[in-house]
């Protein structure tokens, strides 16, 4: 017995994704991206590094990367063409140290750093009490900091060519600073010779401000003033605001306003 159609049943579509553009709406210039994997056997450590830089250079890296011991270099290369790919960050391991490589596509240069120590992105979660990671930490990529490179060395000047052009730049004029919650610090010891590469999770706040005004201005408590005339109407239409709340709320109206435009 044939089997009936049921006409309610909704066909199947695919959903199409999205792609990454691949030019800044803002700026027009290219934007990098990268591929963070390794080479050679790692450990452990060495394996959540490497996803911990991962998580550094998104969004424009591939997370999910999935690697093979059959894999060589020409496979990555093929990859990287097919995906716009501007920049590589190799991780590898000798019985001496661990090593990573920092290479621009596709005609180089590539910078050689010896890891001397680092620290995972787990430890340092663990040694904060309050550690901070909100949902949109990764939707934009970080902000570049390089400090102590201005020696006039050559093989600095060549490390902070690349370093500048692994993340967009950004347009001190449109940039939202809402959309700022990362900075990427590498800084230079003269005196060591080696250079410190560090993650920061960073946030919007008022400063010069006292902190029941800072609260109030972070909670988004600011109230709807658009069909009042006046200041003293907020006042009197709400009779249950308390003295202190309603104090605070008339000393900081004009830093709150000038406050949320300049940073809202």
Known sequence: MGRFKNKNRKPFVKQIAKKTPTVDHVTGDKIPKSLVFSRGKIPGPLRQLQMDLRKLMLPYTALKLKESKR??????????????????????????????????????????????????????????????????????????????????EEHLKLTT???????????????????????VLLN???????????????RLQPVGVSRRIRKFVQNHQVPDLRSLQDVSDFVTKYVSMSLSAAMAFLIAFDAIIVFLHLYG
């Open 71 to 152: 894999n060589n270099l020409k496979d990555f290369v093929s990859l990287a063409n097919g995906m716009m790919v501007t920049h590589f960050l190799i991780l590898s391991k000798t019985d001496s140290a661990a090593y990573l490589r920092v290479a621009k596509m596709k005609h180089g240069p590539t910078l050689t750093f010896k890891i001397h120590k680092y620290s995972l992105a787990a430890d340092i979660v663990q040694s904060q009490l309050r550690p901070r990671c909100p949902p949109d930490l990764f939707k934009n990529p970080p902000l570049i900091v390089l400090s102590g490179f201005g020696t006039g």
């Open 188 to 202: 230079y010891d003269k005196e060591t010779k080696l250079i410190d590469f560090r993650h920061y999770s960073i």
């Open 161 to 183: 060519f690349i370093f500048q052009n692994i993340f967009p730049a950004i347009d001190i004029n449109t940039v939202k600073l809402s959309s700022c919650q990362r900075i």
